[in-house]
């Protein structure tokens, strides 16, 4: 478990520039899906990748190689260098200005071990290594941002951000994977980008088939769990071997064929309401962002980087999440994973047509999403693999809403998951003592 460190540094950044793609590319407005134009997408979702210093690579600027590069990989994925335009409907595309990307190098007075032995967030001086505008507005704003921050030690860390609405967490790590390769010299990217948003177009006529509690207005109405900024407590946890052997010993034997995402995710879930002590009959609500690019026949194409997910949406009486055990909630998340189909995957993109644009709920709702396996950790610059590389912050908007399932090791070296928690400190303190009880075993565990 880790929480916030009191290390400081300063972070002097050069002027912000503007990269364009490095030769002409088409000029055209393309549409966005209706997939990614929900208003639960409309901001930027910033990542951080820590590098280590590679003598191999001798005296060579990353922010010089990283610029460089971008600009070239830009001449693929030409509408990342436009602008968000809206049109009826507030049905957004994109007009492919090659207007560029927004570029920052700066230089930071510490070193990657003064971070500690295991990188795990929240990160200390986080804002100063982001380029990310605090404010909401998409329209007409660079779609991607970029800040390469050089240590002392000779290592970097690389912050990206992109609009949620033009790709999801699979292809923003396509994206990124691409710009380290031509960072390294190829000429193309491995993975050729696909547009083809019509692909996830609504139907005409729209036909929603499927409940989509997701986007439901929420009924309760004593407490909506929805925290100020000032009373939040960060901490992440790591789950290893040990600790997933631990959880896995709380799932009744009808549910053992379990991901370790769903029984993480279920003893997420029950934990933090455990922590909050709602009313028994308050609602509580989880959602968990599934890829669907499985889900269809034909396939969507290798390639596709828009965003080609689906949110589906689970609920339970406090009660129950409380008093039943955890195959309770595990039985809930796996239901609603199962109901993801291509079917599942259109009637949401109708939904956004009938409701004009829905945005998901947040009140009594919690937010956890499998980063482990989109690819940020293979992103490879000439220096190696980073040594992290996952969610930057949480949303200050709507803090202790989201939690993140992010590829990691402990200080033993083990590979595992961490998973970045917000609650308030008294509530915090109930989730860490509640874990504590599942992940050692003794003859006080239960669940």
């Not at 689970?314 to 993801?340: C, F, M, T, W, Y």
């Amino acid at each position: 478990m880790q929480a916030s460190t009191s290390l400081t540094f300063e972070v002097k950044r050069r002027a912000p520039e503007l990269i364009a793609p490095a030769t002409p590319t088409p000029r055209e407005v393309k549409l966005l899906s209706d997939i990614d134009d929900q208003k639960g997408f409309r901001y930027v979702l910033p990542i951080i990748q820590f590098h280590h210093r590679n003598p191999k690579m001798g005296n060579k600027n990353p922010a010089s190689v990283i610029r460089e590069a971008l600009a070239k990989v830009l001449v693929f994925y030409y509408p990342l260098a436009g602008r968000l335009k809206e049109g009826p409907g507030e049905k957004l595309m994109v007009d492919c200005t090659g207007e560029g990307v927004l570029f920052i190098e700066a230089e930071a007075d510490v070193t990657l071990e003064q971070f500690g032995k295991t990188l795990h967030p929240p990160f200390p001086c986080v804002e100063k290594l982001i380029c990310i505008p605090s404010y909401r507005g998409i329209l007409g704003s660079p779609l991607v941002y970029i800040q390469v921050t050089r240590l002392l030690c000779g290592g970097f860390i690389f912050t990206s951000g992109i609009n949620h609405t033009i790709c999801d967490a699979v292809g923003n790590a396509q994206f990124l994977i691409a710009l380290g390769e031509m960072a390294q010299g190829a000429l193309e990217p491995s993975v050729l980008p696909v547009w083809q948003r019509e692909l996830l177009y609504a139907r005409d006529p729209p036909h929603v088939t499927f409940p989509h509690p997701e986007y439901d207005d929420v009924v309760n109405t004593k407490d909506n769990h929805i925290f100020a900024v000032n009373e939040m407590a960060d901490k992440s946890f790591f789950f290893g071997p040990t600790e997933m052997s631990a959880l896995r010993r709380f799932v009744p034997e009808h549910l053992e064929r379990c991901t370790t995402f769903e029984v993480l995710t279920a003893c997420l879930w029950r934990c933090r309401t455990i922590a909050l002590e709602p009313s028994p009959e308050e609602d509580m609500r989880l959602i968990f962002p599934i890829n669907a690019r499985d889900k269809f026949n034909p396939p969507i194409p290798v390639g596709y980087y828009g965003n080609c997910i689906v949110l589906p949406c689970v609920v339970s009486k406090a009660r129950d999440l409380i008093n039943k055990p955890l195959g309770h909630a595990l039985e809930l998340v796996k239901k609603a994973k199962s109901s993801v189909t291509e079917e599942y995957v259109r009637s949401t993109a109708d939904l956004m047509v009938v409701k004009g644009r829905a945005q998901y709920k947040f009140d009594s709702t919690f937010v956890v999403s499998n980063l482990s396996r989109v690819g940020f950790n293979k992103v490879n610059f000439g220096w190696g693999e980073s040594i992290y590389a996952g969610l930057a912050k949480d949303d200050k908007d709507i803090p202790g809403v989201f939690s993140n399932c992010m590829p990691s090791t402990n200080e033993q070296g083990e590979l595992g998951i961490v998973v970045i928690v917000g609650l308030p400190l008294p509530a915090m303190e109930k989730f860490v003592k509640q874990l504590k009880r599942i992940l050692i075993p003794g003859p006080f565990s239960k669940i």
